[in-house]
């Protein structure tokens, strides 16, 4: 008898070690697409593209100035996160992970609500509850406290690359008028042989660095996300 209740507490501290091995290892992709981060990096990647650039700088240094956008962004919402449940996982005051993310969950949710808000995200929002099967009644949309988690994050990570796109298309818009330009007066030359790509890269640098290219846009999105947060 004693063996059987010792196995069951064995099996039950398995599983249960087993859930938080599993949860530990899915948080950080969820806490990823519950920020800022997609929208940044991906918008990076746009205007590394449009530079013409290649993979130069790395995907390393894009991902890493990516990160310290978002928290540079995010500061106080990522703050009252770890203050509000992820402090204690980390501590070991809260075993189940669980109850640390019913503590962080509120303020990632007010700023992914205030995210949708501001840049117009209603749509993909309803969108998703219709995917899910819920009823959208456009005279009266349900609440913040209505919608669920499980519904919220989908909708803002589809809205985040939706907001880097239409960045990322204004950022391209300069270069390629430089590449069209460089074309055209290729062609009216006659030098046909000569790779566009060759007279518009330094042009396109030069350009990017007289206006000091990367802090203009890392200070835009960081305020675009500022700005959101703060209404």
Not at 118 to 143: E, F, I
Not at 179 to 208: N, R
Request: glycine fraction near 12%.
């Amino acid at each position: 008898m004693n063996g059987d209740a010792a196995l069951s507490q064995a099996l039950a501290g398995g599983a249960s070690l087993a859930g938080t091995a599993v949860a530990v290892a899915v948080l950080p992709a969820v806490l990823v697409l519950c920020t800022s981060f997609p929208r940044i990096l991906l918008t990076l990647g746009i205007l590394r593209q449009g530079l013409g650039l290649g993979s130069v700088p790395g995907g390393l240094v894009v991902t890493g100035l990516a990160a310290v956008l978002t928290f540079a962004a995010m500061g106080p919402t990522l703050e009252a996160s770890w203050s509000g449940g992820l402090r204690s996982l980390a501590q070991g005051s809260v075993k189940d992970p669980t109850v640390a993310w019913q503590g962080a969950e509120r303020p990632l949710r007010d700023f992914m609500f205030d995210q949708l808000e501001k840049s117009g995200g209603g749509a993909t929002l309803n969108r998703v509850l219709q995917a899910r099967g819920v009823t959208v009644d456009p005279d009266a949309p349900p609440t913040r406290r209505e919608i669920t988690t499980g519904t919220l994050v989908p909708a803002f990570a589809l809205n985040e690359l939706r907001v880097a796109c239409m960045l990322g298309f204004k950022v391209l818009l300069p270069f390629l008028a430089i590449d069209l330009a460089v074309a055209a007066t290729l062609a009216s030359l006659g030098m046909f042989m000569t790779p566009p790509q060759m007279v518009s890269l330094p042009l396109k640098l030069m350009l990017f660095v007289a206006v000091d290219g990367w802090a203009m846009v890392s200070a835009g999105l960081v305020s675009g996300i500022v700005q959101g947060a703060a209404t």
